[in-house]
């Protein structure tokens, strides 16, 4: 059984830098983030797998960067010039095999808790 634990949500304003932590219990094949706001569907953010890949959403890309610690077994992302539309529940997932689709929360095996992020305009 795999522990994910989110942290490093807050409250900010428009313009503005978070970074969000996954602690893991151990690392799985891939570990990705989601989102999710209220009344909106979920929404992979950015994933890596254990070859340090990373693909990021459209909605994201040159704006937040995910990395992982294996010493640490933690899971970062960092995010930049935050918008509005990026507030949401943030979730850490992991899958210990490949997926074709990596943004699709429902092939994915472990979650953690979540974590807020709000971005006031």
């Known amino acids: 059984q795999v522990q994910l634990v989110e942290s490093g949500g807050a409250s900010v304003q428009a313009g503005g830098s978070l970074r969000l932590s996954c602690a893991a219990s151990?690392?799985?094949?891939?570990m990705t983030w989601f989102r999710q706001a209220p009344g909106k569907e979920r929404e992979g953010v950015a994933t890596?797998?254990?070859?340090?890949?990373?693909y990021y959403a459209d909605s994201v890309k040159g704006r937040f960067t995910l990395s992982k610690d294996n010493a640490k077994t933690t899971l970062y992302l960092q995010m930049n010039t935050l918008k509005p539309e990026d507030t949401a529940m943030y979730y850490c997932?992991?899958?210990?095999?490949?997926?074709?689709?990596?943004?699709?929360?429902?092939?994915?095996?472990?979650w953690g808790q979540g974590t807020q992020v709000t971005v006031s305009s």
């Open positions: 151990e690392f799985m094949y891939r």
């Open positions: 890596i797998d254990n070859s340090g890949y990373t």
């Open positions: 997932a992991a899958r210990p095999a490949r997926v074709a689709h990596w943004f699709r929360g429902d092939l994915y095996d472990y």
